[in-house]
């Protein structure tokens, strides 16, 4: 009897740790995705404060922030709000808001029909003491006051049409509206009336393809269907003056959604954005060919495809940054002298990169941007065009050195020494500013140039090394920024302009106490790369960075933490 027991407790036992491992391996998007309509046309979704704020406190820019040397420096710029932001921080402790969200649901002629909600650990009574406060910041008339029977809830109206929100308390879960009718639905959806249950964001196939790209546990994530937007965005586009081009609406009308999510990383911020469209048809894979055109002091390098046919809708992709950009104004100046894209698909690779040195001697980087040349006949011929084209009145001077053809042009800015300069071979095209840069690089692109194979290369620093692999291998786009080596540079060059400044314009102490600059080290110990990599995976494009802060949706993090902790400081 005894044995039979201790069975049944161990199967209870096993029982609950799988049912526990379950739920625990559920998605964070999971619980609130079955409470949304399918046809939700945005979302956004906070899933855990508390484990979020721990997380933060944990992060390499916190503690970069907490740094003594960084908090008396900052002391002058901290807002007074303490009290008030204290107590709007203790309140949300209290109730320790879990799966908190903001959705569109539809759009009405201009009026966005929104569901918000939280499943909350505290009493009602200290949820509704946060949420009365907000409550009375949303409508125009907080004074007017309705209460409307539902079932087994009372849902309570503030506010005169049409700016009206609903509000309700489902066991520990509150749910507001400005949609009467979608605030019972979802009532319907939780107690399990629902006419139709799998007709739900969660079971919504575009959906569920987007969340099988995003990280299985996150801080935040951004959801968006485009096209049910589309119709507003061209209401707006027209509204405005902007003028959009065929190709950035075609880019447009493919999208199927947008999504990204972001979470902190063992003290970084990761984050993954993902654009589900149909692949490029001219789209091909990364070589990385300009990485050896860097050096130790690269503190920036940047490659991307290109497509001359589509540049306008890069960046709607996110491939290309301000690379794309750049490019777009050189073929536009190329087109004007009758360069079609033909010929430059002729003439380069369409693989583009670009790299900023900064060496410990100078007091600015160096700029160069790089395309590989597949026809030196036509890649020339381009390059002729191109600085007759650029300025008319600007001469450029033409030199051969080592089978190099270099083009140097004199600025007229006689306060900064910059000499324009294109060097082209039968291997690469290299543009940059000054001559010494673009001619140190070429040697460095030649392919028995020892220089190219010396360990003080950016393709064989192990820091290089290190964060590259911490992101899928790009195939469209690729960034890597070394902030620990930039913020050296810069504290270097600017802290004795500031100082200097101090001494003949004294206001600036009012706002900046040059004199207490934190020490290099209190920064850069905890600086590391910040690197992005793009990938054309299955139905879409993703975008994965990585760093102290990202360049996606990361960026916002370390701003969101910092609002949850500002009271505690000092």
């Known amino acids: 009897m005894k044995r039979l027991f201790l069975l049944v407790v161990l199967a209870a036992v096993a029982a609950g740790g799988i049912y526990y491992g379950l739920q625990r391996a559920q998605p964070s998007y999971t619980e609130v995705a079955a409470l949304l309509p399918r046809g939700t046309i945005a979302l956004a979704h906070f899933p855990d404060f508390k484990r979020t704020r721990d997380e933060w406190h944990q992060s390499d820019i916190y503690k970069l922030y907490q740094e003594p040397a960084v908090q008396e420096f900052l002391k002058p710029l901290n807002v007074q709000q303490r009290d008030a932001s204290a107590e709007t921080l203790d309140e949300i ?39 009365s406060k907000w409550r009375s910041h949303l409508v125009r008339d907080p004074s007017a006051h309705e209460t409307v029977d539902y079932e087994t809830h009372k849902i309570d109206i503030v506010g005169a049409a049409p700016n009206q929100i609903a509000s309700v308390y489902d066991g520990r879960w509150f749910f507001a509206s400005n949609d009467l009718a979608e605030l019972k639905a979802i009532l319907d959806r939780v107690d399990g009336r629902a006419k139709n249950p799998p007709d739900t964001l969660e079971s919504d196939e575009i959906f569920r393809a987007a969340m099988g790209h995003m990280l299985p546990s996150y801080a935040l994530l951004l959801y968006l269907q485009p096209k049910g937007l589309s119709g507003r965005l061209s209401q707006v586009n027209g509204a405005i003056g902007a003028n959009v081009s065929a190709d950035q609406r075609a880019l447009l009308e493919q999208m199927q959604t947008v999504c990204a999510a972001a979470k902190f990383d063992r003290g970084k911020i990761r984050d993954v954005l993902f654009v589900g469209m149909p692949k490029m048809p001219e789209d091909r894979e990364l070589t990385r060919s300009s990485l050896k055109l860097g050096t130790a002091d690269t503190v920036l390098y940047i490659v991307a495809v290109l497509n001359p046919d589509r540049l306008a809708g890069i960046s709607l992709t996110g491939a290309a940054l301000p690379l794309g950009s750049w490019f777009q104004k050189v073929f536009e100046v190329a087109a004007r002298t009758g360069v079609t894209a033909e010929e430059w698909k002729a003439a380069f690779d369409p693989e583009a990169g670009a790299l900023a040195e900064w060496s410990q001697t100078a007091h600015l980087p160096s700029i160069i941007a790089a395309l590989p040349v597949k026809d030196l006949k036509r890649a020339q011929r381009i390059v002729d065009a191109l600085t007759k084209a650029i300025d008319e009145d600007l001469p450029w001077r033409k030199a051969e050195k080592n089978g190099v053809a270099y083009y140097y042009a004199q600025s007229p800015v006689a306060l900064f020494a910059i000499t324009p300069t294109i060097a082209i071979s039968n291997q690469q095209l290299v543009v940059g500013l000054d001559s010494v840069s673009v001619e140190a690089a070429m040697a460095r692109s030649e392919p028995n ?52 400044s101090t001494a003949f314009m004294p206001a600036i102490s009012d706002y900046v106490d040059a004199t207490k600059l934190p020490p290099s080290e209190s920064v850069t110990r905890h600086l590391t790369p910040m690197v992005s990599t793009q990938f054309y995976d299955k139905d879409g494009y993703v975008t994965e960075s990585t760093g102290p802060v990202t360049l996606d949706i990361g960026l916002g993090l370390p701003a969101l933490g910092w609002a949850l902790s500002h009271h505690q400081q000092n």
């Open 93 to 131: 402790e209290r109730v320790d808001p879990k799966n908190a969200f903001v959705a569109i649901t539809s759009v009405e002629g201009n009026n966005p029909h929104f569901l918000a909600g939280f499943r909350f650990h505290g009493s009602q009574s200290d949820a509704e003491t946060m949420i």
């Open 449 to 500: 140039a020892q220089a190219a194979k010396s360990s003080a290369t950016l393709a064989n620093s192990q820091t290089y090394k290190t964060a590259a692999h911490a992101v899928p291998a790009p195939t469209n786009g690729f960034v890597y920024l070394d902030t620990k080596l930039l913020y050296t540079r810069l504290d270097a060059a600017l802290r004795p302009m500031l100082l200097v």
